[in-house]
């Protein structure tokens, strides 16, 4: 009999082990229990070095944030950093399963929620969640999302499909102003702007795209101005909404032998 890998991932420690627990009893399934998103991770890249991958997280949709334990995050999950200071310690529900997605596809994920909530449904869905399940479900109804994800199903409650797709619409219409927003920009404010995505201040862009500091201030603002945004995390969440990812911090620079200006 294949049995199914699953970590329940919830910061309420009663629910988790109790579900961990009903979980269990079934013949099919072993299962484990985290307690914050950079626990999760850990549990996932230690299940991977061993060679005995999760097959589904059950992610709780409030998982809350986390302080010291967010060092331990593993870099590649880590998200970029919109504002000053460090960003990792931020690990909700909905980040957990794009993390978990990029770091493992072959990863199902399933959102277990107090409440059904449209928007957030349709952003777990578009973060890659297979399935939004309410927690107070009966565990037969459970199970069978968690087999269905691993067959490539998408499960939501029908009292959210009609919710999830105009959601889905509205994102769809956002993403495509957006694009033509970034499309206005130069070859050099679309770098600078994966810059900013990047989570990356304005010495550090200078300095990647060897521009003198007062340059980059200038593509900063120029940026703003076409996106019509007034701040770096509003132009960073538009940005993302058109699918303008990061630069490789891991690579080498941007560019070269630009002339400081």
């Known amino acids: 009999m294949a049995r199914i890998r699953v970590l329940v991932v919830d910061d309420h420690r009663i629910f988790a082990e109790s579900l961990a627990a009903a979980l269990a009893a079934e013949q099919d399934v072993d299962v ?4 914050s998103g950079p626990a999760a991770l850990r549990a996932l890249e230690r299940a991977a070095g061993e060679g005995r991958r999760f097959d589904v997280l059950l992610i709780d949709a409030d998982l809350g944030t986390v302080g010291a334990d967010a060092t331990q995050v593993p870099a590649q999950y880590r998200p970029a950093q919109d504002g000053p200071g460090p960003a990792e310690g931020t690990v909700d529900g909905i980040s957990l399963v794009a993390r ?4 493992h596809p072959g990863v199902r994920t399933v959102v277990l929620a107090e409440r059904d909530d449209p928007r957030r ?3 777990a869905l578009q973060a890659g969640a297979g399935g939004w ?3 107070d479900c009966s565990l037969s109804r459970l199970l069978a999302v968690i087999r269905g994800v691993l067959r490539d199903e998408t499960h939501l409650p029908p009292a959210l499909l009609t919710g999830v797709l105009r959601e889905l619409t509205a994102a769809r219409k ?7 927003l970034v499309e206005s920009l130069t070859p050099r404010e679309r770098e600078v702007l994966r810059c900013m995505v990047a989570g990356l201040g304005r010495k550090a862009v ?4 060897y521009l003198s500091p007062h340059t980059v201030r200038t593509h900063m603002q120029n940026v703003l101005g076409k996106l019509g945004v007034h701040s770096t ?4 969440a538009l940005a993302r909404r058109a ?3 990061p630069v490789d911090l891991a690579g080498d620079v941007v560019e070269r032998g630009g002339q400081l200006a």
């Open 100 to 103: 978990v997605r990029a770091g």
């Open 133 to 135: 399940v309410a927690k």
């Open 243 to 245: 699918g303008v990812g």
């Open 121 to 123: 449904a349709a952003a």
């Open 32 to 35: 484990s229990a985290a307690g």
């Open 174 to 180: 956002h993403r495509t102003e957006s694009e033509r």
């Open 233 to 236: 995390l509003a132009a960073v």
């Open 206 to 209: 200078a300095e990647r795209l």
